[in-house]
């Protein structure tokens, strides 16, 4: 069971477990019903597959098969990837990694599988991807709220809940704020190490301020979730829910455009460039970029231990005692930067969170380029350079 032959390609990227679960709550021949959003109360459960195999391709409604299809070729179902093959040495993934590594996992720790919710009750098998289950359960409608690393917990309906479990990141600002309080600003601490805020955070993003998963400067405000504009409401309002992709059309109601990278409403340029002919996306990789530079001088000027970034490597930022522009190696391995200073760390890490999200622009322009605004002032401190004096703005 669990294997659909189809022309030219095999389908299999379900585990017995997971077809188990999505076949209770789907009846066989059953029409595909409307998904999430409908209303409030209505999660994504309805698509039909057979119940055992073997079966011809024609027996198979072509809603799903298209879903199915569409759903394949997206990176939620790329069991090669190293989202989801980082376990497989290891033969099992590790509760705290599961929820968001493997469909499996993600039922566990919502207690869509009849366990307790809140936590995955142990180890998880390898080789589970984002699969079908996942999304169509009928247990989502009952997951009113997810927790993020902020702490803040927001409300949350039907499909919703899965998008806003695995793409909100694994750290906060506050986890930031916590290792360096009452700590001297701009002191070397063998004891700080980088603090990664994960990977994919889209959900981090488009809640912003009121997420509070970037570092927070007192006294400033930070801009809220993204509303954008009706009907464009939340994840699925932009991605397909099963390729993934976000196609340009619908954005041209609103915007004008030739990709998504042109797209720009701000009148201010944020960078320096004065240039408000190119999309916003432009003004915030260009910050990014600076706030970068700005990492790297003031560990070499400010604090004599330069910190070299390297985004192929965990933990992405090395050592470069000598300042030559090469990771320092020790017995063959690069050597992690041990020279954090509460000041670098917390504008590392705003600097990781914007960037790891390649969508940031359209999740939620204005919370990203406040964080890079205040993490180059923040460093321009100590460096006595005055950032509005360069053009930047918040
Ligand atoms: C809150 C959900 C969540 C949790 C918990 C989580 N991850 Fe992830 N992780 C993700 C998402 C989403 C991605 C996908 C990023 C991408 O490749 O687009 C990811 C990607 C990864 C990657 C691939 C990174 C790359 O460079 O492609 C690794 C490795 C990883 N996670 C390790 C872990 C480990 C180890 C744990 C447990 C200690 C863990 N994750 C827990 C959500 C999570
Ligand atoms: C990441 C979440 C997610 C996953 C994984 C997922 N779906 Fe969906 N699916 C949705 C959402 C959301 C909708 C509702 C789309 C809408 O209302 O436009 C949907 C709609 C459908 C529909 C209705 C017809 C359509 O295409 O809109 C079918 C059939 C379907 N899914 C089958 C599947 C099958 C089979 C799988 C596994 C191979 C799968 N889905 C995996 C989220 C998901
Ligand atoms: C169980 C955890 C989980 C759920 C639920 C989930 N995702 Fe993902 N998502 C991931 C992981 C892990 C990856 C990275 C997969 C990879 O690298 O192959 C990913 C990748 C993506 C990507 C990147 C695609 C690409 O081409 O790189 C998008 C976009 C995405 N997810 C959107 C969504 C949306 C929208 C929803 C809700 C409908 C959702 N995800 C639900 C875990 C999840
Ligand atoms: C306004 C439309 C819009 C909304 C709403 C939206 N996204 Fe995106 N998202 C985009 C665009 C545009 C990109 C960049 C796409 C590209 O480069 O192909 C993107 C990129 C992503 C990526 C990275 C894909 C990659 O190539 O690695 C992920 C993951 C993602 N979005 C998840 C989500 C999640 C989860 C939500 C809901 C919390 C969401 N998005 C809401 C438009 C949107
Ligand atoms: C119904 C109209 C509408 C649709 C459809 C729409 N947008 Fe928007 N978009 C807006 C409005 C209005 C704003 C300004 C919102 C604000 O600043 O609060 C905006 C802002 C943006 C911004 C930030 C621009 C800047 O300079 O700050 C981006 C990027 C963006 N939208 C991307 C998209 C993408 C990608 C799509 C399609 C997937 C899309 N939008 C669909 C109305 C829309």
Same mark, same amino acid.
């Given at each position: 069971?669990?294997?659909?032959? *189809? ?137 009113? &709220? =997810? ?30 704020? &916590?290792? =360096? ?17 994960? %990977? ?9 301020? %009121? ?21 464009? &409401? ?11 992709? @976000?196609?340009? &059309? ?8 030739? *990709? ?20 916003? *996306?432009?003004? =915030? ?21 330069? @910190? ?26 690069? @050597? ?59």
């Amino acid at each position: 069971m669990g294997i659909i032959r *189809r022309p030219g390609l095999v389908f299999s990227g379900l585990s017995a477990f997971a077809t188990a679960i999505f076949l209770a709550n789907s009846g066989f021949g059953q029409d595909p019903a409307p998904g999430a959003g409908d209303s409030p109360d209505d999660a994504t459960t309805s698509f039909v597959l057979p119940r055992s195999g073997p079966f011809e391709p024609a027996d198979i409604s072509i809603g799903n098969e298209a879903a199915i299809a569409d759903w394949f070729r997206s990176a939620h179902a790329n069991a090669a990837s190293e989202a989801f093959s980082h376990w497989d040495d290891d033969g099992e993934i590790r509760a705290a990694c599961a929820t968001c590594h493997s469909g499996e996992g993600f039922r566990d720790f919502h207690g869509l599988d009849g366990s307790a919710a809140g936590v995955v009750d142990g180890t998880i098998d390898v080789g589970g991807v984002v699969d079908c289950g996942t999304c169509h359960n009928a247990g989502l409608a009952d997951i009113t &709220e =997810i927790t993020f690393p902020s702490g803040l917990v927001h409300p949350v309906t039907g499909v919703e809940a899965s998008c806003l479990t695995c793409h909100q990141g694994r750290s906060a600002g506050i986890d930031v704020e &916590e290792a =360096i309080a009452d700590l001297p600003l701009d002191e070397a601490n063998a004891e700080l190490r980088f603090i990664n805020p994960h %990977y994919a955070t889209a959900a981090a993003t488009w809640l912003g301020g %009121y997420g509070a998963s970037g570092y927070h400067y007192d006294a400033r405000d930070y801009s809220g979730r993204f509303f954008h504009a009706r009907p464009v &409401e939340s994840c699925n309002s932009c991605h397909e829910p099963h390729t993934l992709e @976000v196609s340009l &059309e619908p954005c041209l109601t609103c915007h004008q455009a030739d *990709r998504f990278e042109d797209i720009r409403i701000a009148r201010q340029s944020y960078d320096g460039s004065g240039n408000t002919t190119v999309g916003i *996306r432009s003004d =915030i990789n260009a910050n990014a970029d600076r706030l970068m530079d700005m990492i790297r001088a003031y560990t070499d000027e400010v604090v004599g231990a330069p @910190v070299i970034y390297d985004g192929n490597r965990y933990p992405y930022f090395f050592s470069d005692a000598n300042g030559d522009g090469a990771i320092d190696m020790e017995d063959g391995s690069p @050597v992690p930067y041990g020279s954090w200073t509460p000041r670098s760390l917390r504008t590392a890490f705003n600097w990781k969170l914007v960037t790891t999200d390649p969508g940031n622009y359209a999740h939620n322009p204005e919370y990203v380029l406040e964080l890079l605004y205040d993490s180059m002032a923040d460093l321009g401190e100590p460096m006595d350079i005055d950032i509005d004096e360069i053009g930047l703005r918040r």
